[in-house]
């Protein structure tokens, strides 16, 4: 997360005083005020989470059938022809 970017939104937290008391000490320990502390870990730990759902992870011998299927695609099946054949008839009728 850069220094320099304009925060203008902020974000309230409610929690009990032993979970405050606790993000206190630890923001102590990594010698950053609370914001600083809280901000900087949930941004790390949604862009973990983000990037968990975003990706996909393969097996170097499935991520080669992968490129193979890409290179080598099926042709066009009979469900496909048939909205093909549906879509030129309703564009002749326009």
Same mark, same amino acid.
């Given at each position: 997360?850069? @220094?320099? !970017?304009? $925060?203008?939104?902020?974000?309230?937290?409610?929690?009990?005083?032993?979970?405050? @008391?606790?993000? *206190? $000490?630890?923001? &102590?320990? !990594?010698?950053?005020?609370?914001?600083?502390?809280?901000?900087?870990?949930?941004?790390?730990? =949604?862009?973990?989470?983000?990037?968990?759902?975003?990706?996909?992870?393969?097996?170097?011998?499935?991520? @080669?059938?992968?490129?193979?299927?890409?290179? =080598?695609? *099926? &042709?066009?099946?009979?469900?496909?022809?048939?909205?093909?054949?549906?879509?030129?008839?309703?564009?002749?009728?326009?």
């Amino acid at each position: 997360m850069s @220094q320099t !970017a304009n $925060k203008d939104s902020r974000l309230h937290i409610r929690c009990d005083e032993r979970t405050r @008391q606790l993000l *206190d $000490k630890a923001a &102590g320990y !990594a010698h950053v005020n609370l914001s600083e502390f809280v901000l900087s870990r949930a941004v790390a730990a =949604a862009e973990r989470i983000v990037q968990e759902q975003e990706s996909i992870t393969l097996r170097a011998e499935d991520f @080669q059938a992968f490129l193979a299927a890409l290179d =080598a695609p *099926d &042709g066009p099946n009979t469900a496909l022809r048939r909205a093909v054949e549906r879509h030129a008839e309703r564009v002749e009728r326009s």
